[in-house]
């Protein structure tokens, strides 16, 4: 027999699961791990062949004068002076993180009032619907211990015909390969193949979803379907 689960232990579990990490939890570990990454990871990334593969991937960002764009896995922001100027005096950037040294660094970069840092863990971000023309995740999708919570998040973050884009500067068999040689906190942090990665994104309402995977590069490209409330909403 199952045993029942009542509402309330339900909720506690949502609660504790969600906004209330403590030390030991999976997510506070991870979390630890990259506040004590900050330093290094800056460092590692002012080099210009960083500077020139960040480069080749940001071509494929769709990026228009006037857009309200989520920046999340932001880490220390180093995507602000490419995407800032190309937003225009009407644009928003939201960057976001849980953690708080790699924003901290990432403040430092900009001190635009068109630039927003929040803290907060990407699978719950507790902003309101439709805010975003464009999601992007720069080398954090593997770390997302629930992609699918993630990707109904980001759905539902974006507006209608919304664009999220998840990138690398690396191929998704080389990332792998990578992690796996990493700390046990993110060793198993990976890329689905395609296959799993296009009946994700489908399951959480994305469509026109385009895959790009050479050695030197990871982009995709998806376009949130409006849900029938959206639509009563926004058509
Ligand atoms: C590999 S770094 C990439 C940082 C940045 N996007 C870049 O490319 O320079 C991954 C970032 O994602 C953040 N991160 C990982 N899991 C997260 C989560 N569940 N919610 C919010 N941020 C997360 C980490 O704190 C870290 O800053």
Not at 52 to 80: K, M, S, W, Y
Not at 82 to 100: K, M
Not at 153 to 165: A, C, I, K, W
Not at 191 to 208: D, H, N, S, V
Request: aromatic residues 6%.
């Amino acid at each position: 027999m199952v045993d029942e689960v009542k509402p309330l232990e339900r909720k506690e579990g949502l609660v504790k699961r969600f906004f209330n990490p403590k030390p030991g939890d999976e997510m506070m570990t991870k979390r630890q791990f990259f506040e004590n990454l900050a330093d290094e990871w800056e460092q590692k990334h002012a080099t210009p062949q960083e500077e020139e593969n960040l480069q080749a991937v940001i071509q494929h960002f769709p990026l228009a004068p006037g857009q309200v764009v989520l920046d999340i896995g932001c880490g220390t922001g180093r995507l602000i002076p490419h995407l800032l100027p190309q937003l225009g005096p009407e644009g928003w950037l939201v960057e976001a993180d849980f953690s708080f040294q790699m924003l901290s660094l990432g403040r430092t970069r900009s001190a635009s009032d068109q630039v927003l840092f929040l803290q907060s863990d990407a699978q719950a971000l507790g902003l309101q619907d439709n805010l975003f023309d464009l999601i992007i995740c720069l080398a954090l999708f593997p770390h997302l211990d629930h992609k699918l919570a993630a990707l109904l998040e980001f759905h539902r973050l974006l507006r209608p015909d919304g664009m999220l884009v998840i990138a690398h500067s690396l191929g998704r068999e080389r990332l792998n390969k990578l992690h796996a040689q990493k700390s046990a906190v993110i060793r198993h942090d990976l890329l689905p193949a395609e296959a799993e990665m296009k009946q994700l994104l489908t399951r959480a309402g994305f469509k026109e979803i385009i895959i790009i995977d050479t050695p030197e590069m990871y982009v995709v490209k998806a376009v949130a379907v409006a849900t029938e409330a959206q639509k009563d909403i926004w058509v």
